[in-house]
């Protein structure tokens, strides 16, 4: 089956917005046996919508659109593809129901442009979409299949999941594409690649390297008839990298180092706190963004200030002699939240996150530190001027990694 995706909005176009939904679209394909041979973006122009989807009709047989399924006069695609196949839709009564009971609901009265939400055609069925106001579309005609889905990420990929997916893997017939993915950290990219380099010429199997912020990722994959016989062909590739790598692994495919994190903590019953200073709360939001971390995240301090580092349990004397941006101060604040709130481990970060100089110390330099239950402490050091977005993600990173090595006594 070939595929084609077709995002649909100005904002994204223009780069208003990051199209993340064709990229997650798009990495499952492979693993249905469908082809994807075209992405394309297009504005909340009429003209240039039904264009778009007439080129796509004529190659592709499934087209997957994202997008433009709102009550406004600029949400197009179900009028493009009411012109595209020739067919007048209808309000569907029972999905008029649903709509107005959403708004009901939320003690609103349902404005008169949403009706067309509840549109159907011949041709088509509703996907059902919980989280908003907008039906999806499954659409077959003459062979082909047109899936529209709404462009909020969050919506899309319910529906997507729910609706679209198994629907796809029910009608998939031809090889299917697995993949697995492969964490480390700790070990370089160019040498996790020297490492693994023996296992590239294994039949049937595809290997790649990928740098991220996380560490260095392998990915194997491989094609079968069904998705059974794939993983029969990647299980005995994934044993030799656990053994190649051991305990630089630290997960697999869509897990997260803070999910690794909580992991441990969970299994071991112990407790974290930490005080950040140029994060201003970025590693206590993603610390928290994996659910169940109450049973371990005592709390997270920001203290963007000296004053309030000092009144947190900071000795004054520390900062007067090394600086507010210092490895010392950042032990210093490590040990602090963790004496504080009595908790397992603790973590201190302080640095610059730029774009400008602080205290004579250069934009990008970061320190993080962490406090061991045995009452040591572990810092590291980076310097990386990539702007101020990226260095707090990268100081988030590191913070998790060190926080790692503590807990498997690796930390130095």
Request: net charge negative; hydrophobic share 40%; proline share 5%.
């Given at each position: ?243 190649i790598f051991g305990s630089a692994i630290w997960g697999y495919d869509d ?158």
């Amino acid at each position: 089956m070939k595929a084609e995706i077709i995002a649909i909005g100005t904002e994204i176009l223009l780069g208003e917005i990051i199209d993340t939904n064709s990229a997650h679209i798009a990495q499952q394909l492979p693993e249905l046996g469908i082809d994807l041979n075209y992405k394309t973006v297009v504005g909340d122009n009429m003209g240039r919508i039904s264009e778009t989807f007439r080129r796509a009709w004529d190659r592709s047989d499934l087209i997957i659109m994202t997008g433009g399924l709102g009550p406004t006069e600029d949400d197009m695609t179900r009028e493009g593809i009411c012109a595209l196949l020739g067919e007048e839709p209808v309000v569907d009564p029972m999905l008029e129901k649903r709509l107005r009971a959403f708004f009901e609901g939320r003690g609103y009265v349902m404005p008169p442009s949403n009706i067309k939400q509840a549109w159907l055609i011949p041709s088509g069925r509703a996907l059902d979409n919980p989280r908003g106001t907008a039906p999806g579309w499954w659409v077959e005609r003459d062979g082909r299949i047109i899936v529209a889905m709404p462009g909020v990420p969050p919506e899309m990929e319910r529906m997507w999941a729910n609706e679209v997916r198994p629907e796809l893997e029910r009608r998939s017939d031809g090889e299917v594409l697995v993949t697995r993915t492969v964490k480390t950290v700790g070990i370089g990219e160019g040498s996790v690649d020297e490492m693994a380099k023996h296992l590239y010429g294994t039949p049937g199997i595809g290997i790649g390297t990928y740098a991220r912020a996380d560490g260095v990722h392998l990915r194997i994959g491989a094609k079968g008839r069904s998705r059974e016989e794939a993983w029969e062909r990647i299980r005995p590739v994934e044993e030799e990298l656990r053994s190649i790598f051991g305990s630089a692994i630290w997960g697999y495919d869509d897990e997260t180092f803070e999910g690794y994190i909580a992991d441990q903590m969970h299994e071991r019953g112990q407790t974290l706190a930490v005080m950040e200073s140029c994060t201003g709360g970025l590693l206590s939001s993603t610390l928290t963004d994996v659910p169940g971390s109450t049973q371990y995240f005592t709390a997270g301090l920001v203290t963007y200030h000296a004053q309030q580092k000092i009144d947190a349990g900071v000795p004054v004397e520390v900062i007067e002699e090394f600086g507010v941006i210092s490895q010392e101060t950042a032990k210093a604040m490590a040990q602090a939240v963790r004496e504080r709130y009595r908790t397992d481990y603790g973590i201190g970060v302080t640095g610059v996150a730029g774009p400008d100089p602080a205290d004579g110390v250069a934009p990008g330099t970061v320190h993080v530190a962490v406090a061991t239950p045995e009452g040591g402490v572990h810092a590291l050091s980076m310097t990386m001027n990539t702007g101020r977005a990226a260095v707090k993600r990268r100081a988030v990173t590191t913070s998790l990694l060190l926080l790692r090595r503590a807990l498997l006594g690796e930390a130095r």
